[in-house]
């Protein structure tokens, strides 16, 4: 089946740096790769979505100059929290869409853990 | 706005036991539903899935039924194995600009106890 990784799968960083989290497509090519964050307990919300050599289309009410995604190829796109606050911290999860597959279909990562203190 | 509504877990429930996790939904139109499931440590997987009213999706012995008049789309399995203990969502979608643009409920955590 089609696998998406992440990484890292967990970081801890210190409040005022910047944090770099991977995704990638590891036997499909993604035209369309999305990021989402989840709260404990609650539902995973839609952050952006990100398209192959185009800029990214962010959710109301993200910033995008705080979350910068960049999709510079067809297995992977980067998400980077700058200047990261403790409030950031969150589970980022991606998903990716396979470019011959059903346009419902998306695969997962298993999602990165950002603690910032 | 589109929303998912699930019902809260932890459900527990011994091997062998019939489980049912009530899922509700908002939207206009007529959307896609899924259930999705999280096993420890991994990503979302697609568990089963109906396009329109009245369809049916399954898999694994868990289906769910679109059914449009009372806006719902449960989970239902005849009987749990340990196994199937994970996090469970509900979600949503809507075909926009040629990819699905997912909404999801907040997951029921399912735990089977042998």
């Known amino acids: 089946g089609a696998v998406v990784s992440q990484h890292p799968s967990r970081v801890i960083c210190k409040s005022g740096t910047s944090v770099k989290i991977e995704c990638r497509s590891l036997?499909?090519?993604?035209?369309?790769m999305f990021w989402y964050r989840q709260f404990p307990k609650q539902s995973l919300m839609l952050m952006a979505t990100s398209n192959e050599g185009s800029k990214a289309t962010y959710e109301q009410g993200v910033e995008k100059d705080k979350f910068l995604i960049n999709h510079a190829s067809l297995t992977l796109s980067t998400l980077t929290v700058t200047s990261a606050h403790p409030e950031d911290s969150s589970f980022y999860i991606c998903?990716?869409?396979?470019?011959?597959?059903?346009?419902?279909?998306?695969?997962f990562g298993p999602g990165t853990r950002l603690t910032v203190t | 706005g589109d929303s998912v509504t699930q019902m809260e877990g932890p459900v527990t429930l011994s091997e062998e036991a019939f489980l049912t996790i009530n899922c509700t939904y908002t939207a206009t139109g007529y959307p896609s539903l899924f259930w999705y499931v999280q096993y420890p440590g991994e990503g979302l997987q697609l568990l089963l899935k109906?396009?329109?009213?009245?369809d049916k999706g399954s898999n694994k012995g868990f289906e769910a039924t679109y059914r449009k008049e009372t806006t719902s789309f449960h989970l239902e399995k005849g009987s749990v194995q340990v196994s199937d203990s994970a996090v469970y969502f509900c979600a949503l979608s809507f075909l926009t600009g040629g990819y699905n643009k997912l909404i999801f409920g907040a997951g029921t955590r399912l735990a089977v106890h042998p």
């Open positions: 998903s990716a869409r396979d470019r011959q597959g059903w346009a419902y279909e998306q695969y």
């Open positions: 036997d499909f090519q993604a035209t369309t």
């Open positions: 109906a396009t329109k009213a009245d």
